[in-house]
């Protein structure tokens, strides 16, 4: 057949859909090629096809596209939609690390600007022109290393750690230069001092190094957040029951069981991909139908990570009275969480993060959250 009127389409079908999408509800996407003299046309792609065959979560990981509806009984989909202000959430989810990078950042690159051409006395700060020229210089420098740190959580978000290890590298080594002048130029020495210097920040901030000190923090987080949803639906959406499992938010939670001696407990259970696994000890110690519950959780994991998963968690829910909707405010408390798993939720803001993800959900929204993106990731192994 000649290629003038020949069509040339792509059917993908029978993909095996993950554990958590249900194989009833499903998709054929026929994309067509149409060709138009000597030059090809822009490719559309059609959803109206009769046969429903290729599950929504499975093919729109392999193909980079999301869904135009977001259903909760269809499993873990995440809509397609036109960036805009939720895009910025996300940045603005980070604000501490931005504002961390680019004061330590700025601070670093100045110090050794004025180390490197002789020091203080070789400026005239007495002079308020160059004062202000010089204050100047540093908001430039600090808006373009967070502007640029912005654009690494975009476009490499599991990276984002990189902006305050790399800036207080360069404040260290800045400080390092000028109170022992000469060291980084010893031979060989001088070469691997920056790389030591690095590796040491990244031991004492995030690495196990730190636990060895015994510091605790107490960690308290309050978020609230604005739903369409009634009371009832954010209720078995956010609050564990083991009778409504497949309505709760977290696709990671496989598994609820009710313990036989404590009605009051629930025995879950945590997929993070693969065959790892995380077992949490749910006690409610206060629960009040639609609007209010509360409940420890503890989770059997290694020692030294404990507090990561051991505090209390609060969920309140007060429907809108000149709107539809609720309120909704979540409040996560860990009197004993390890400072480095401290910092790095405050750096996220963690709580924050996760009332993003749900806000994606239910307003038919692109998730931007690192929460959705940690999830979407488990779900390819899950």
């Known amino acids: ?71 909760r009984n269809d499993g873990p989909e995440y809509p397609r939609q036109e960036k805009g202000i939720d895009m910025f959430r996300l940045i603005y989810r980070q604000r501490r690390r931005l504002l961390f990078g680019g004061f330590f950042g700025t601070l670093g690159m100045m110090m050794m600007a004025v180390h490197l051409n002789g020091g203080m006395a070789s400026y005239p700060f007495e002079e308020w022109i160059f004062v202000a020229a010089f204050i100047v210089v540093s908001l430039i420098v600090a808006l373009v290393i967070m502007c640029t740190a912005a654009l690494l959580i975009l476009v490499l978000p599991n990276w984002r750690l990189l902006i305050e290890l790399f800036t207080i590298n360069i404040f260290a080594y800045a400080t390092i230069r000028i109170a022992v002048p000469g060291v980084f130029d010893i031979p060989y020495l001088g070469a691997i001092l920056p790389f030591a210097l690095y590796m040491m920040l990244f031991s004492l901030i995030y690495g196990e190094f730190s636990d060895r000190f015994r510091l605790f923090v107490d960690h308290r987080e309050i978020r609230r957040f604005k739903s369409p949803r009634t009371a009832e639906a954010l209720w078995a959406e956010l609050v564990p029951d083991a009778g409504s499992l497949e309505e709760h938010w977290d696709i990671l939670l496989r598994d609820l069981e009710p313990e036989e001696d404590d009605p009051d407990s629930l025995q879950a259970k945590y997929t993070h991909g693969g065959s790892l696994f995380e077992l949490q000890t749910m006690t409610f110690l206060e ?19 404990r507090s990561l998963v051991e505090g209390t968690y609060e969920i309140q829910i ?11 405010t979540l409040i996560s408390h860990r009197n004993s969480m390890l400072l480095r798993t401290a910092l790095m939720n405050w750096f996220d803001d963690e709580l924050g993060d996760r009332t993003d993800h749900l806000r994606a959900q239910h ?6 959250s690192m929460t959705g993106r940690y999830r979407r990731k488990v779900l390819k192994f899950a």
Not at 33 to 39: A, D, L, T
Not at 293 to 305: C, L, M, Q, R, W
Not at 321 to 328: S, Y
Not at 363 to 368: L, Y
Request: aromatic share 10%; charged share 25%; with cysteine.
């Open 1 to 71: 057949m000649h290629p003038a009127r020949l069509f040339q389409s792509l059917i993908v079908r029978n993909l095996r859909a993950s554990s958590r999408v249900p194989r009833a509800r499903a998709t054929t996407v026929l994309i067509v090629f149409e060709r138009n003299g000597s030059r090809l046309t822009r490719p559309c792609a059609r959803k109206s096809c009769a046969k429903s065959t290729v599950p929504r979560a499975e093919f729109f990981h392999w193909f980079n596209v999301f869904a135009p509806q977001n259903r």
């Open 318 to 328: 007060s429907p809108l009275a000149d709107e539809d909707g609720c309120l909704v």
């Open 363 to 368: 307003f038919d929204r692109r998730d931007w």
């Open 287 to 305: 629960k009040q139908e639609p609007t209010h519950a509360k409940y420890h959780h503890f989770g059997e994991v290694d020692p030294k990570n």
